[in-house]
């Protein structure tokens, strides 16, 4: 399923139909991904291009599971500052109490999300990475 995924994710989109529609399928993919299929993913994952994480992260919602998450973690540090905002922007997603605790207790990705918000003048960015402090940073 991982291959399908890699060459379906990978496809030139329009932008529009993408967000509308095409993520969908993606999402189905990886619902039924197998153990291999996301030792796959994890494998190549850092060396994929920023459009290709960016996709990935549009479709990892909390019914793809933990696997998801943790796709989702291992991109906190990525060198491409848009695919971290939207890793941020996703995580806010994960609302259950066992996701929100891993959130509240990772300052790796409080940080990140203060650095970022110190660094951006894009007022949609900014509102995004405030509402994320707003419930994850401890003491605020």
């Given at each position: 399923m991982y291959i399908e995924f890699n060459e379906y994710?990978?496809?030139?989109w329009n932008e529009g139909y993408w967000y509308d529609d095409g993520f969908q399928y993606a999402v189905t993919m990886l619902e039924r991904f197998t153990d291999e299929d996301w030792k796959n993913l994890f494998d190549e994952l850092h060396a994929k291009d920023s459009d290709w994480k960016i996709k990935l992260v549009y479709c990892l919602e909390p019914s793809v599971g933990l696997n998801g998450f943790n796709a989702l973690i291992s991109l906190v540090n990525d060198k491409d500052d848009e695919v971290v905002e939207r890793v941020i922007d996703s995580l806010r997603s994960f609302s259950t109490e066992e996701y929100k605790q891993k959130i509240s207790d990772s300052l790796e990705i409080i940080e990140k999300a203060k650095e970022l918000l110190e660094n951006t003048t894009s007022l949609p960015i900014q509102a995004v990475l405030k509402d994320f402090l707003?419930?994850?940073e401890k003491n605020v």
């Open positions: 994710i990978s496809g030139v707003k419930h994850y």
